[in-house]
Nanobody, 126 residues
Framework: QVQLVESGGGLVQAGGSLRLSCAAS????????MGWFRRSPGKEREFVAA????????YYADSVKGRFTISRDNAKNTVDLQMNSLKPEDTAVYYC???????????????????WGQGTQVTVSS
């Protein structure tokens, strides 16, 4: 069992930066691949970024590639999403998720994840 709690959301102007953090409970956090997803009003939840539990592999949606960076600290049971050059279209509720998969695997689909956080709101003003 893994419990996830996101933090770091807020209101920022276009071009600004935010850093989201996801804190995980449970002793086996380092055995879970992690991901970030987002849901904008009226849209389906979409993939943003993922990292393998070994941290060797990462993967990004095209819409955020070069602007967002996912990282993890297995000693602290946290996974972060650094978001730079934010755009109004990045406005959404951001969720972190955990998946029990092999060490180098990244997961990019919602149904590939076993646990989800409650989400944190990110609003980017123009």
């Amino acid at each position: 069992q893994v419990q996830l709690v996101e933090s770091g959301g807020g209101l920022v102007q276009a071009g600004g930066s935010l850093r989201l953090s996801c804190a995980a409970s449970g002793r086996t956090f380092s055995s879970y691949a992690m991901g970030w997803f987002r849901r904008s009003p009226g849209k389906e939840r979409e993939f943003v970024a993922a990292i393998s539990w070994s941290a060797i592999n990462t993967y990004y949606a095209d819409s955020v590639k070069g602007r967002f960076t996912i990282s993890r600290d297995n000693a602290k049971n946290t996974v972060d999403l650094q978001m730079n050059s934010l755009k109004p279209e990045d406005t959404a509720v951001y969720y972190c998720a955990a998946a029990r998969v092999p060490p180098i695997t990244v997961v990019t689909t919602t149904n590939g994840y076993d646990y989800w956080g409650q989400g944190t709101q990110v609003t980017v003003s123009s």
